[in-house]
């Protein structure tokens, strides 16, 4: 399982995003962390700036998003989609983007629903439950 620290996944992004600037070839999932910033314009210039953002703290207390924490769930994501894991996921994917119209709309609804379940858990001081997100996915059916 891959688990790596904050500083770690952040450089996967930051290293990813020059590497594709620098016309370099991709690891495998640095290719998909790279559609991933693609599809997320708005942190760019975040990651042209790693000296600045690599151990910036994001806290809600300060109403900010945490960029890094949205990119990594989308990684989540598409290897959840890839191996359709928790069991179901792609056909709900895919009614969510018939729903939707829009492939990026369909993932940040997962997105909403992952983070749910990882809130909840962390809240509760135990495991994630996967059915809390097919809960919370079927609702948005």
Not at 41 to 55: F, I, K, N, R, Y
Request: include cysteine; proline fraction near 5%.
């Amino acid at each position: 399982m891959f688990a790596p620290s904050r500083a770690e996944a952040r450089r996967l992004f930051f290293d990813t995003w020059a590497k594709y600037l620098r016309r370099e070839s991709l690891s495998g999932l640095e290719g998909v962390a790279l559609q991933v910033i693609v599809a997320h314009p708005e942190c760019h210039s975040l990651l042209d700036d790693p000296a600045t953002h690599l151990e910036h703290e994001y806290g809600p207390e300060g109403g900010e998003m945490n960029p890094f924490l949205h990119l990594s769930l989308h990684l989540a994501i598409e290897e959840q989609l890839s191996i359709d894991q928790p069991a179901g996921i792609r056909e709900r994917y895919q009614r969510l983007v018939e729903k939707t119209g829009s492939e990026h709309d369909a993932k940040h609804v997962l997105l909403e629903c992952l983070g749910e379940m990882l809130w909840r858990a962390q809240r509760d001081g135990g495991a994630p439950d996967e059915r809390i997100y097919r809960e919370c996915l079927d609702r948005k059916l």
